[in-house]
């Protein structure tokens, strides 16, 4: 027997950017273990440090970009996995630059101190592009999958 199973789907035209400083963000998806995110990030940018409790997929759709410990250069086109415990610093380089990330898990931000100074899951970050939604007088959006 064949059994009816429901597709979950978005479409990006229908989750609207929202900005935070020099990063944009759209949140496609937020489960108990998994958000999906893209994200565009203006020349210049780096994320704090931070170390991933899970995995992380990422697509580069269009800039360059790279893991400041790493030295090696992500352009458009560029899959990248990143495997649970992973610490690095995204660093964007002269172009702004847009990826999607499917991320396991949570990542914890240290400030320069190298102390903790955050953690960063799916549910806070969607509760963040939702206020955002809210401060620039977008409509949120219905399609977020969860």
Known sequence: MTEAITVGHVHDDDVPWVQA????LKVLLVSADTWVVRNRFAAGF???THKHTGGVHG???SGRWR???YGVDYVAGTYIYEPPGS???LTVLEDDTEILFVIQGAFIEYGKDGQISGVV????TLNAYLA???AAAIPRPAGILR
């Open 59 to 61: 697509h580069t759709f």
């Open 67 to 69: 893991y400041a410990e």
């Open 132 to 134: 955002l939604c809210d």
């Open 21 to 24: 400083g020099p990063v944009g």
């Open 87 to 89: 610490v690095h610093t």
């Open 121 to 124: 899951d799916g549910e806070s």
């Open 46 to 48: 780096a994320l704090p």
